[in-house]
């Protein structure tokens, strides 16, 4: 039986449910107390003493797989889609494999990012906070049919929210350097980001992160952008430079924005976007169904026990 140490909180948070799962493929789960990350220290710590890792967000650096391989450390899987937290080249380099589990929330995110936009555009979570608030407001929102959407991304999420989108009678223009065409989407528009921002009434970020767009919506984009953008962000928070988002929110040039995720997270308590009712947030939970976790958390011990099979 091998031991695997599990930091990814989702998965955590229904353990119980693949004790018996893993067990029958070989695997002796130990659960991690964690609320959101490890640290590189604790993990360097903790990681010597197990056979197998099933990875969140945690800094999985190569620092922290060097002390892994000097004890028993022998494979990993990144439970979920983003790997940017992950040091693959070390992985290699050390013969540690690795791997993640793609294509599993499409449809779960997606339909988190819809319903920021759908939220955003009728002010649905201020007037809730209002009224819990004992008062009684009636915003005017925008209507949806006939507005444009930028999609940035147009992986198995940003086809999803595209479609969604597309299903509530916005036109989309979508952002990727590595899709060519419409990505079988009818109707789908294209743009060479950061082309046509100016045009745009929503912009969703449904993109991996990576060394080539950390912070590709910046003060100069942000300028660019048509007067009153509502901003949504479900996939990695530095992919947005929140210090210049901030400022475009407080002169109304951005008029609010949905983010599920942060630079810095959990959101910092001195953060001046706490202050403004008219956003959204979220606690980087968009994948988090009962179902998505459990498809996912089967994947990721199946694919860790055939690494040491």
Avoid at 85 to 94: I, M
Avoid at 98 to 123: C, H, K, Q, S
């Amino acid at each position: 039986m091998k031991d695997v140490l599990v930091t990814c909180p989702p998965m955590l948070g229904k353990i119980d449910l693949f004790y018996d799962y893993a067990a029958e493929r070989g695997l002796r789960l130990h659960p991690a107390k964690v609320t959101q990350i490890l640290s590189e220290a604790e993990l360097k710590d903790l990681l010597p003493g197990y056979d197998g890792w099933i990875i969140g967000d945690d800094p999985a650096t190569r620092a922290v797989f060097e002390a892994g391989r000097a004890g028993r450390l022998t494979a990993a899987v990144k439970w979920g889609i983003g790997v940017d937290n992950v040091d693959f080249v070390a992985c290699k380099d050390l013969g540690i494999p690795i791997i993640n589990t793609p294509m599993m929330f499409g449809a779960e995110v997606a339909d988190v990012a819809t319903a920021f936009v759908i939220g955003l555009a009728r002010d649905l979570f201020l007037i809730d906070r209002t009224v819990r608030a004992g008062g009684w407001v009636k915003p005017a929102g925008i209507s949806l049919p006939g507005r444009k959407a930028g999609v940035v991304g147009l992986g198995d999420i940003g086809r999803n929210t595209v479609t969604r989108l597309q299903a509530l009678g916005l036109t989309v223009v979508a952002y990727d350097p590595g899709v060519e065409g419409d990505a079988g989407i009818a109707g789908l528009e294209r743009a060479t980001w950061p082309a046509r921002v100016d045009e745009l009434d929503f912009l969703v970020f449904t993109c991996a992160l990576n060394k080539h767009n950390f912070h590709m919506l910046n003060a100069e984009v942000l300028a660019a952008c048509k007067p009153g953008i509502r901003v949504v962000n479900v996939a990695r928070g530095p992919l947005i430079d929140e210090a210049a988002l901030i400022s475009a929110l407080q002169s109304s040039q951005v008029d609010s924005a949905a983010l599920d995720v942060f630079e810095v997270e959990p959101l910092p308590m001195d953060s001046p976007l706490r202050a403004m009712d008219r956003c959204i947030f979220g606690t980087h939970n968009g994948s988090n169904t009962v179902d998505g976790v459990i498809r996912a958390s089967h994947t990721a011990i199946e694919r860790l026990s055939g690494f040491f099979q």
